[in-house]
């Protein structure tokens, strides 16, 4: 009889474990999951950019208010003459949690062998210092995109 409670209590938390979701949501994923497809691309060519924002919204709180999607060269590698490229500004849509998109990659004047990302800024709004005031920062992610010259 000893053992039947501690048995029992097992067998509950192994059957609540295997009913019940967890969702796994690293830090990484604060601002949400960021993909782009083709990664290799000329001026001209169509891409698909699909952003998850599951963990950001559910696990977060982080709601986006726009989604902001720009092409760049990281600071480290940037010359100073290849500024940020807006690729799209998005309004999020209250209840969602992922964004998808189809565009063009602009015709702009882009540089040989440089590491192009697609940087997406993640705008919300947030409780400001006085209580009753929303206060509206960002935070970002990106992804690498190959860019024909």
């Given at each position: 009889m000893?053992f039947?409670?501690p048995?029992?209590?097992s067998?509950?938390?192994l059957?609540a474990?295997?009913?019940?979701?967890?969702?796994?949501?690293?830090e990484a994923?604060?601002?949400?999951?960021?993909?782009?497809?083709?990664t290799?691309?000329?001026?001209g060519d169509?891409?698909t950019?699909?952003?998850?924002l599951?963990?950001?919204v559910?696990?977060?709180?982080?709601?986006?208010?726009y989604?902001d999607?720009?092409?760049e060269?990281?600071?480290?590698?940037?010359?100073?003459h290849?500024p940020?490229i807006l690729?799209?500004?998005?309004d999020?849509?209250?209840?969602a949690?992922s964004?998808?998109?189809?565009?063009k990659?602009?015709?702009?004047s882009?540089?040989a062998?440089?590491p192009?990302?697609?940087v997406?800024?993640?705008t919300y709004?947030?409780?400001?210092?006085d209580?009753?005031s929303?206060?509206?920062i960002?935070?970002?992610?990106s992804t690498?995109?190959?860019i024909?010259?």
């Amino acid at each position: 009889m000893k053992f039947a409670i501690p048995a029992a209590l097992s067998l509950v938390g192994l059957v609540a474990s295997t009913t019940i979701p967890r969702q796994s949501c690293p830090e990484a994923s604060r601002f949400g999951l960021l993909g782009v497809s083709p990664t290799t691309v000329n001026p001209g060519d169509e891409v698909t950019v699909t952003v998850d924002l599951n963990c950001a919204v559910n696990h977060f709180g982080i709601v986006p208010r726009y989604l902001d999607y720009t092409i760049e060269v990281p600071e480290a590698s940037n010359n100073g003459h290849e500024p940020p490229i807006l690729l799209a500004r998005r309004d999020f849509t209250a209840g969602a949690t992922s964004d998808v998109f189809t565009a063009k990659v602009p015709f702009a004047s882009y540089f040989a062998g440089a590491p192009y990302v697609i940087v997406l800024r993640n705008t919300y709004p947030v409780q400001g210092t006085d209580g009753s005031s929303e206060v509206l920062i960002t935070g970002g992610i990106s992804t690498g995109l190959n860019i024909n010259v």
